[in-house]
């Protein structure tokens, strides 16, 4: 079935520690991917987006993600974490050709020890 | 940087009342979303809007959904008869034209069915 998954539902880090959230999706064709940060009550912020090109996208806060095509996979990932980032992490797709509509995965929400 | 607005930021309607939720997209863009998340769940897709009409829909958008732009800048959500199972928090957001323009989101309503 075509989905988007996130495995880890929550992740501890320490601040200054670095970190990688995983997201696998299931579709026939790449779709465009995207990664998307919700502090609590507020909206969904874009982090950073992939349609083509170079698999190592830039986005902003500081996050990367790496696209890779054999393992359908778009993990996020930052050097190193401020206590600020503690969040809940949504990695989304849309399908090329499929509308405009946004496939989201489950979450993950990221808690920052100091 | 322009960005989406939505009201009320919490609504607190009685079951079979009917609800009217606003937004007002970023001003030049042309495809217009409605999402929800039901606490604990990932964020899903309702209905999306391009040139006055619904270009795509869910399954979880019945007949008890409307949507309607009734002048240039407001967008706005129609639940007919709420249910309980209606309690959710409704992101709104709003895109360029083409499945890779990113959607920008506002802050959510919280809706409360009781």
């Known amino acids: 079935a075509q989905s988007v998954t996130q495995p880890d539902i929550h992740i501890t880090v320490s601040e200054g520690a670095s970190l990688e959230l995983r997201c696998n999706y299931s579709y026939g064709a790449t779709p465009y991917l995207f990664w998307y940060v919700q502090s609590p009550g507020q909206g969904l912020q874009l982090l950073l987006k992939?349609?083509?090109?170079?698999?190592l996208v830039q986005g902003i806060k500081g996050f990367e993600a790496e696209f890779k095509r054999s393992q359908s996979s778009f993990n996020l990932r930052k050097p190193s974490v401020h206590w600020s980032d503690a969040a809940e992490y949504f990695c989304a797709v849309v399908l090329t050709g499929g509308g405009n509509k946004l496939t989201f995965g489950t979450g993950t929400q990221l808690k920052v020890e100091l | 940087e322009p960005e989406v607005t939505q009201t009320p930021s919490h609504q607190v309607t009685q079951m079979g009342q009917e609800v009217i939720l606003r937004c007002v997209p970023i001003?030049?863009?042309?495809?217009f979303y409605w999402y929800r998340q039901i606490l604990g769940q990932k964020v899903e897709f309702l209905v999306s809007f391009y040139n006055n009409e619904i270009s795509e829909k869910s399954e979880i958008f019945d007949d008890q959904f409307s949507v309607e732009r009734p002048d240039g800048s407001n967008f706005t959500l129609k639940i007919r008869s709420t249910k309980l199972e209606d309690s959710a928090m409704y992101f709104c957001a709003s895109s360029g034209a083409g499945a890779n323009q990113p959607q920008h989101f506002g802050d959510g309503t919280r809706l409360s069915i009781l």
């Open positions: 001003s030049n863009h042309l495809y």
């Open positions: 992939y349609f083509s090109g170079d698999t």
